[in-house]
């Protein structure tokens, strides 16, 4: 049995301790483990005691690189596992940090799928069939996807898509008009019967601004 003899500060820009025994440096840990399991000097430690701090350890780090990934944006749990074993974590690891953040609401597919489909028709809308390739490639199950995407109003979602295009399109030349405007529709993944009426419709509201 060993004993702690030292407890330091380490380097970097996660906070970590590292830990000396018998005035040998033994292991390092997160600064939440390290609490956690309230290692202070003068205590005890087994060889049991060592392999239970390390995989706290792993699983700690495991947890702290799935937060950060999840700080710039939410993520789907398949984008996160895939994340975490490109990292090099072990899956156990991986497995408890993915629950934790469940319990924690950080991780929920359904949510994410709203997400995805808000910031869509927000931003770039798309068909409901190009919406629902895109979440199947961030792992979002089938009966998710068709939850999610069973309230879309793709004739209102190709009309906003249009409207952003159309400003870019002469109003003046209408084989070029369509022929640019519905390219840029069926891209976005509308069929072409929907493709067709809202070029219509834009090419319609197009020429009468350009009279008033």
Not at 47 to 62: K, S, T
Not at 97 to 105: F, P, Y
Not at 162 to 176: F, K
Request: charged fraction near 35%; glycine fraction near 8%; aromatic fraction near 8%.
């Amino acid at each position: 049995m060993t004993k702690i003899t030292r407890m330091a500060a380490g380097r970097g820009r996660e906070k970590r301790v590292n830990v000396y025994l018998d005035g040998e440096f033994a292991l390092s840990l997160a600064a939440e483990v390290a609490l956690k399991e309230g290692l202070r000097i003068g205590r005890e430690i087994t060889g049991e005691d060592l392999r239970a701090l390390a995989d706290a350890d792993g699983y700690q780090r495991c947890l702290n690189a799935a937060r950060r990934f999840l700080a710039y944006r939410p993520r789907s749990e398949a984008e996160i596992r895939q994340r975490l074993q490109k990292r090099g974590f072990e899956a156990g690891h991986i497995a408890r940090a993915l629950a934790r953040l469940k319990e924690q609401g950080l991780v929920d597919d359904a949510a994410f799928a709203r997400y995805w489909l808000d910031n869509r028709e927000s931003f770039s809308p798309r068909s409901r069939r190009l919406t629902g390739m895109e979440l199947a490639r961030k792992g979002i199950s089938r009966d998710v996807i068709e939850a999610a995407v069973a309230g879309l109003d793709e004739g209102a979602s190709a009309y906003r898509a249009a409207l952003s295009q159309a400003r870019h399109l002469s109003p003046t030349d209408y084989e070029d008009f369509r022929q640019r405007l519905g390219a840029h529709l069926l891209r976005r993944g509308f069929g072409y019967d929907i493709v067709r009426e809202t070029v219509a419709r834009v090419w319609k509201e197009c020429g009468a601004a350009a009279k008033t």
